[in-house]
């Protein structure tokens, strides 16, 4: 590793050669009416234009940013007219969150691109090949002959090397960024950089420590410009990066590059890329030792996903076969398909704590059995999912000539929503089961009283439901099967209804940042949470229940059909940093790993955290700058979170094994 270079980068110098954009594109654009597609391209020329050339010392992969953040295509005013037009738009209104045939551009080069493109395709690869002439230029005054020599070759023809793959790689996915596209992923990055890796090999032009030396330095351009992307907090920026996995013929992927990549990410302790590991039985056990190394690491990654569970759940969407085996990971956790899906894997989120709550406020009092309450559950649960089909069926992205050549075909729309507090509600309908209907030791109205008054006068009521009913996570049947019913209920909800685009709607176990925000939404509820205190972060279990360990864990969360829910969700585990002090520890979480994988998991995720550590952080930030946690899926420096996201990851129960 170069370490100057990793230091100067590290400790943000590079800013230094920012300058700050005082152009108002969309002042500009709004006066003279230009339409949607030739803002972007514009703007992308002009931001491309007014990139300076900067070559870092020792640097093999160049491109730096030296613009802050641009202004918008579109006033206010115009996007509260786009809004009111469509109804809904999603997020930010640009492309995001979609993975790009990188491995076919790459191939082919840029000349051989601009012959199969549009006219605003045409323009913003000229500005792309003007900055990357202007940076050989650059190269070879400085006397940088290899770099020149790469930007001789790639972007304009097809790349030859793995050194000019990874430049061309960093070139398509800067330009997506300055276009105004956003959580550009990675893809299966080990699959289709393999050939120029292993060529180099064969052709002696590279040893593996010398190829693993510029994957390092490649994995350091992910961090140059990251502070500028967008995202809900500072860090959650979409780039993901699929390793391993199964082919088309069932046939394991982990290669040497699978292997370097770890390695690397492991050595530069950096935010990005975020590194996540497909599985399956058939995935040997040294590829969990190594995914167990960068565990311990603290880097909150890898995260794993199951091709045996997601592949045929793909399939059964609607997916096609060697489409569903080349699945990735997009910004956070949700599968979809590089180079041809185009779906929103992030439209929205069931809150299901919220449905228990009003099915309870409204149905508990008349309900002669648990079971006759219960149906009332489903129906709520079914009809609002399907309530969200008919406000989310259209979603515009403003024109981006870039992603419209990099996903060529637009063969996959569906639409994904995540599914918040899953713990939380199974937790409250086993807490009704066993104290109003079974023991009848709390009645409806003394429940509802409860509920409405945040537990303030009967603090008995709240240690009874908090403490003393089952919780999800103990491997108990008795609230295992309400989860299982209660997901079922929601892909029952979403079935058979399409969106504007012909596209189905799937269900997830995930919940972005929504336990927080759903979260603040309802008040007081059955499982003994008081109002205002946060839902567990996706797939996992309440913030106060008492587990086991995390074997109970994996138990109850693989008991429900995930492969009915698989837009995406990670059972998520934090486990104590001082764990990794044991010498078996590696070997321990490398065979919890796979146990969730045999046992049918779908998606995992672990944090290796230190509760006093990230206190100590909070009252003194610049001795913690480096501190890595997991948040929802995605990693961050721990001090660059707004502290409601601090103090959730503190208060996470932490595991051993």
């Given at each position: 590793m170069n370490d100057k270079l990793y230091s100067f980068i590290l400790h943000k110098k590079h800013h230094a050669y920012r300058r700050e954009v005082t152009e108002d594109f969309a002042a500009a654009y709004a006066a003279a009416g230009t339409p949607f597609a030739e803002r972007m391209t514009a703007r992308f020329e002009k931001l491309m234009a007014m990139q300076e050339p900067h070559i870092l010392e020792g640097e093999q992969i160049v491109l730096l940013r030296t613009t802050g953040k641009p202004s918008d295509v579109l006033t206010e005013q115009e996007w509260?007219?786009?809004?009111?037009?469509?109804?809904?738009?999603?997020?930010?209104?640009?492309?995001?969150?979609?993975?790009?045939?990188?491995?076919?551009?790459?191939?082919?080069?840029?000349?051989?691109?601009?012959?199969?493109?549009?006219?605003?395709?045409?323009?913003?690869?000229?500005?792309?090949?003007?900055?990357?002439?202007?940076?050989?230029s650059e190269a070879e005054r400085v006397g940088r002959d290899d770099v020149a020599a790469v930007l001789t070759n790639v972007p304009r023809k097809g790349a030859t090397t793995l050194r000019e793959a990874l430049q061309f790689f960093r070139i398509l996915h800067f330009a997506l960024w300055l276009e105004g596209c956003y959580h550009n992923t990675v893809g299966r990055f080990d699959q289709y950089m393999y050939p120029y890796f292993a060529g180099d090999l064969a052709a002696g032009r590279?040893?593996?420590?010398?190829?693993?030396?510029l994957i390092e330095d490649f994995f350091l351009s992910f961090n140059k410009d990251s502070d500028l992307y967008p995202g809900v907090q500072q860090g959650d920026n979409g780039q993901s990066m699929v390793l391993g996995g199964c082919n088309a013929a069932g046939e394991d992927c982990f290669n040497a590059l699978s292997a370097?990549?770890?390695?690397?990410?492991?050595?530069?302790?950096?935010?990005?890329?975020?590194?996540?590991?497909?599985?399956?039985?058939?995935?040997?056990?040294?590829?969990?030792?190594l995914g167990s190394e960068l565990t311990k690491a603290g880097l909150g990654f890898p995260q794993y996903s199951n091709d045996d569970v997601v592949i045929p759940a793909l399939e059964a969407m609607g997916y096609a076969h060697e489409d569903a085996c080349n699945y990735v990971v997009a910004a956070c956790w949700e599968f979809i398909i590089p180079g041809c899906g185009y779906d929103i894997v992030?439209?929205?989120?069931?809150?299901?704590?919220?449905?228990?709550?009003k099915t309870v406020a409204t149905k508990l009092a008349d309900a002669a059995s648990f079971e006759a309450f219960m149906d009332e559950v489903d129906t709520a649960v079914k009809a609002e999912a399907t309530a969200m089909t008919a406000m989310k069926s259209a979603a515009p992205f403003l024109p981006s000539p870039l992603?419209?050549?990099?996903?060529?075909?637009?063969?996959?729309?569906?639409?994904?929503?995540?599914?918040?507090?899953?713990?939380?509600?199974?937790d409250a309908l086993a807490a009704i089961k066993v104290h109003v209907f079974d023991k009848k030791n709390v009645t409806p109205a003394r429940l509802l009283a409860g509920l409405d008054n945040d537990f303030a006068t009967d603090p008995e009521l709240l240690h009874l439901l908090r403490y003393e009913a089952p919780k999800m996570g103990c491997d108990d049947d008795e609230v295992d099967a309400l989860a299982v019913r209660l997901l079922d209920d929601y892909a029952d909800g979403l079935a058979g209804h399409k969106n504007a685009y012909g596209g189905i709607y799937r269900a997830g176990t995930g919940t972005a940042m929504y336990y927080l925000w759903h979260a603040a939404e309802v008040g007081a509820t059955a499982d003994g949470r008081r109002k205002g205190e946060p839902f567990g972060t996706n797939f996992s279990p309440n913030l106060f229940a008492k587990i086991d360990g995390p074997v109970s864990v994996i138990r109850s969360f693989t008991k429900p059909h995930t492969d009915r829910v698989c837009n995406g969700g990670p059972l998520t585990l934090e486990f104590a940093s001082s764990?990794?002090?044991?010498?078996?520890?590696?070997?321990?979480?490398?065979?919890?790993?796979?146990f969730f994988v045999q046992k049918g998991?779908?998606?995992?995720?672990?944090?290796?955290?230190?509760?006093?550590?990230?206190k100590?952080?909070?009252a003194d930030p610049e001795q913690y700058a480096q501190l890595v946690v997991r948040i929802w899926g995605w990693s961050a420096y721990f001090v660059e979170l707004d502290k409601e996201y601090q103090d959730h990851v503190i208060a996470r129960q932490e595991y051993t094994v």
């Open positions: 509260a007219a786009y809004r009111a037009e469509h109804g809904y738009v999603h997020e930010l209104g640009y492309t995001s969150n979609l993975c790009g045939d990188y491995a076919r551009i790459i191939a082919m080069g840029l000349d051989a691109l601009r012959a199969q493109t549009d006219d605003y395709g045409k323009r913003e690869i000229d500005a792309i090949l003007d900055l990357c002439d202007r940076y050989r590279l040893t593996e420590a010398e190829a693993e030396s370097i990549c770890l390695r690397a990410s492991k050595k530069l302790l950096m935010i990005d890329p975020k590194i996540n590991l497909r599985v399956s039985k058939k995935t040997p056990i040294e590829v969990y030792r992030n439209a929205g989120a069931l809150n299901f704590p919220a449905v228990v709550n992603m419209d050549m990099l996903i060529p075909e637009r063969r996959y729309r569906n639409f994904g929503f995540h599914g918040t507090g899953i713990a939380s509600a199974a764990m990794f002090n044991a010498p078996d520890s590696i070997d321990k979480l490398a065979e919890l790993v796979r998991g779908h998606q995992m995720q672990l944090n290796a955290v230190n509760a006093d550590k990230m100590a952080a909070q």
